[in-house]
């Protein structure tokens, strides 16, 4: 019990500490989002979309599981305070960071023109391409270092590098649209407040964490036995990340085919959107994470249980209801915020935020559970099924669909994994949602839904009012429907 109340203090703090990054950030960069699409065009937005493609692909072969072995290496290090190690695995993560972020940006700067003539049939967005190649080692920065403080649990400083990208992007990039350079200063925003957050971040890790670590006569024999013992365990992880992200990215690169400029502009409009439930998502699934690194699934068996059923049980209570209020005030949040240009958006952003409702089985637990306690195969082999899935789902939905198809194919394709996993976890642990209380959430959510759009059939006013209307009807309901279920 001892144990479990300060887990519970320190992830309670770190979360917080989350939430106010995450708030903050995706306020900020709610704005830059807004005014960004109430300049550029929407066949601007969706170029600019599509130049961001190659970059976001070839990252997913930059990290190779080194930054997760990071944090589950550094918590569990900590509670030995084994400083000596920790000295040893922060240089083994940076430099192989470094090293792959550096080559693959090459790799990205070459290979621009190709994608952008061959691929794409958009030779204009070749420039862009070769622009948003920085970001990849950019990125690497950023990554080694949040994953660092993730494991030290210093989610303060996560949070700081987080807004100071979105200050960054928010300032630079509608600024740059607005002096006349459209998708190219789109672009050229995105890029640097990668590259800002990434030396932010790098210089307050070395400042504030790593010169205090006791240090050992570090050689290339140490480091290379350290980064053997990362790539071990984080390898099947990152073979997992590079499953999900190239089966997205596929669905991106069919979506560059088979969808005009207008759609794609339609649904980044809509995914933007979605960053907002990500306020309650981020903090506790990276919060779980060290968490879970910290236990011992064979002597603490009662307690790996207790953490997973309660981390169920409170995100379903915040998220279910957030998803389902976004789901029924899609039209009037996209007009009021974006304009009402974005026809599609409405429809896209309700459809893309339903995979938020399977929290109340555990799926947002589920990977914070298997990568913390190191099961990063059966990670590996769910990805594998997922994408044995999604591939085929692509190529049938996508040509016939369109966006819409890219946004059942994800869902679809997910779902056998999903419940596989929490299978697996419940076989191995004995570790399950708790079904009573996520259905008494599902229902106190669903009746606030369908009273919010029932009243919002009979008013017909300004989208702005709408949506506040549709806001404190949504609210109203649900905190009254909560307690009388026993939600």
């Known amino acids: 019990m001892e144990k479990a109340l300060k887990m519970g203090k320190v992830s309670a703090t770190g979360s917080f500490q989350l939430f106010i990054g995450q708030t903050t950030s995706t306020i900020i960069m709610a704005i830059g989002t807004i005014i960004l699409t109430r300049l550029m065009l929407p066949e601007q937005y969706g170029l600019y979309a599509i130049a961001l493609t190659p970059s976001l ?214 995914t933007n959107f979605a960053v907002l439930l990500t306020f309650f998502t981020f903090p506790i699934s990276t919060v779980l994470f060290p968490a879970f690194s910290k236990l011992d699934p064979q002597n603490e068996h009662q307690l790996l249980k207790n953490i997973f059923t309660s981390s169920t049980k409170y995100t379903a209570l915040l998220l279910v209801p957030a998803t389902m209020a976004v789901m029924v005030l899609s039209k009037p949040m996209i007009s009021t915020l974006f304009g009402e240009k974005w026809v599609y958006a409405p429809l896209f952003l309700t459809l893309y935020v339903i995979s938020n409702l399977f929290v109340v089985f555990g799926s947002l637990s589920m990977g914070s559970l298997l990568t913390g306690l190191g099961e990063t195969k059966m990670l590996m082999k769910l990805s594998l099924l997922t994408m044995s899935i999604g591939l085929p789902l692509a190529f049938l939905l996508i040509p016939m669909l369109g966006v819409t198809g890219v946004i059942l194919g994800t869902i679809f394709a997910g779902l056998p994994s999903m419940f596989l996993g929490l299978h697996w976890i419940w076989k191995r642990y004995e570790a399950k949602a708790d079904f009573k209380s996520s259905t008494k959430t599902f229902i106190a959510s669903a009746i606030a839904a369908i009273t919010t759009y029932s009243f919002l059939t009979f008013i017909n006013a300004a989208n702005w009012i709408t949506l506040i209307t549709g806001g404190i009807i949504f609210l109203t309901a649900y905190v009254l429907a909560a307690p009388i279920i026993g939600a």
Not at 85 to 95: P, Q
Not at 136 to 155: C, R
Request: hydrophobic share 50%.
């Open 57 to 270: 692909m070839i990252t997913l072969f930059r990290d190779w599981g080194t930054g997760a072995a990071m944090t589950k290496y550094v918590a569990n290090l900590r509670t030995k305070n084994k400083d000596n190690d920790i000295h040893d695995l922060l240089i083994a993560g940076l430099t192989f960071e470094i090293i792959t972020g550096l080559a693959l940006s090459f790799l990205s700067l070459l290979l621009a023109n190709i994608i952008a003539t061959t691929i794409f049939h958009r030779p204009q967005s070749a420039s862009l391409i070769s622009i948003a190649s920085i970001t990849i080692f950019s990125g690497s920065l950023l990554t080694a270092s949040q994953s660092s403080f993730i494991g030290f649990e210093k989610m303060q400083f996560n949070s700081l590098t987080m807004i100071c990208q979105s200050i960054v992007k928010t300032i630079a990039a509608p600024l740059l649209v607005f002096l006349g350079y459209g998708a190219l200063g789109a672009v050229l925003g995105y890029t640097l407040s990668f590259l800002a957050a990434g030396i932010i971040a790098l210089t307050m890790l070395y400042f504030i964490l790593f010169r205090k670590l006791k240090r050992t006569k570090t050689n290339r024999t140490g480091i290379f036995k350290t980064l053997k013992t990362m790539l071990h365990y984080g390898v099947p992880l990152s073979i997992s990340s590079i499953l999900a992200g190239f089966r997205l990215q596929f669905y991106s690169f069919m979506m560059a085919f088979f969808c005009s400029d207008i759609m794609i502009g339609n649904y980044r409009a809509a």
